[in-house]
């Protein structure tokens, strides 16, 4: 059995709208691939991990 994106993503607590969000995140880091983008994203991503912490 392998496990998808989706399965990772749920199983961290991520509602169905994260997905979305990390796919965004995802584009904007392959897309425009500056300083000022790569630290938004970055930071855009570190909150996503606060907030969705792996452990308890």
Do not use: K, Q, W
Request: aromatic share 8%.
């Amino acid at each position: 059995m392998s496990l998808s994106v989706f399965d990772a993503l749920t199983t961290r607590g991520f509602d169905e709208v994260r997905p979305n969000e990390v796919g965004d995140l995802v584009v904007c880091a392959v897309n425009d691939f500056d300083d000022a983008v790569i630290e938004d994203v970055s930071g855009r991503a570190r909150a996503l991990c606060e907030r969705f912490p792996l452990y308890e």
